[in-house]
């Protein structure tokens, strides 16, 4: 079976914009200041403590980027973000593109540092349906860890594997080092660490059904 594997936030879902304007609303005039410290630190929890849930990633990440900007969180406002996470908006071409995909006879799946029930809330907004998901949560850990991808080759066992994500690091770096087929969706035009690790580079998913062949 052929399948093309995601990541959720970032590549089909705005995170970041996401993250931005729940930040707004807690500290009107900061939610682009907290964005970055936030990004940083949340990648800093999830390698302290892999089997954190998401939720609680979030929380604790929102707690250091707060403390790091000299904002005064309230407590019972850490949990904000993923309260708000499953109503983040879809990239608009997302749907077209996900549908060429599987006309095309591919089988889609989502790899997603998320928890199960924070992702089964957003599949509920995205335009396509996904034939398998693996979660931070069923995985044990937060990519770039390998445990994503081995969970769903151990189930899924696919004779054809493209990954197609936002995340450098998260994503790119370890469908590198396992020898899959990638696409790199570069949305804010980032410069690679390593550029040589990188098969395809698209700006967004237009496109992506070609992209493929």
């Known amino acids: 079976m052929r399948w093309v594997t995601f990541d959720c936030f970032g590549t089909l879902v705005d995170w970041r914009h996401g993250i931005a304007t729940t ?16 990004v940083r630190h949340e990648l800093e929890v999830q390698a302290e403590t892999p089997t954190m ?8 990440a929102l707690r250091r980027a707060c ?3 000299g904002l005064d969180l309230n407590p019972d406002d850490a949990g904000l973000l993923a309260a708000t996470l499953p109503s983040w908006p879809v990239f608009p071409e997302v749907g077209p593109e996900l549908e060429a995909v599987r006309a095309a006879g591919w089988r889609l799946g989502l790899l997603t540092n998320c928890d199960r029930d924070l992702i089964g809330l957003t599949r509920r907004r995205l335009p396509v349906p996904f034939d398998a998901v693996v979660t931070a ?5 937060y990519k770039p860890s390998l445990g994503h991808f081995a969970r769903f080759r151990s189930s899924h066992e696919p004779s054809e594997w493209i990954h197609v994500a936002q995340g450098y690091v998260h994503d790119m770096v370890p469908a590198h080092a396992l020898g899959l087929r990638r696409i790199w969706i570069n949305r804010r035009g980032e410069t690679p660490a390593d550029p040589s ?5 698209q700006p967004d998913l237009h496109g992506l059904a070609a992209a493929l062949q």
């Open 137 to 141: 949560e069923d995985a044990g850990g």
């Open 23 to 38: 930040a707004e609303l807690l500290f009107p005039g900061y939610g682009g200041r907290l964005l970055d410290p936030y």
């Open 67 to 69: 403390a790091e900007e």
């Open 197 to 201: 690790i990188l098969q395809k580079v």
């Open 53 to 60: 849930l998401y939720r609680e990633v979030t929380a604790e």
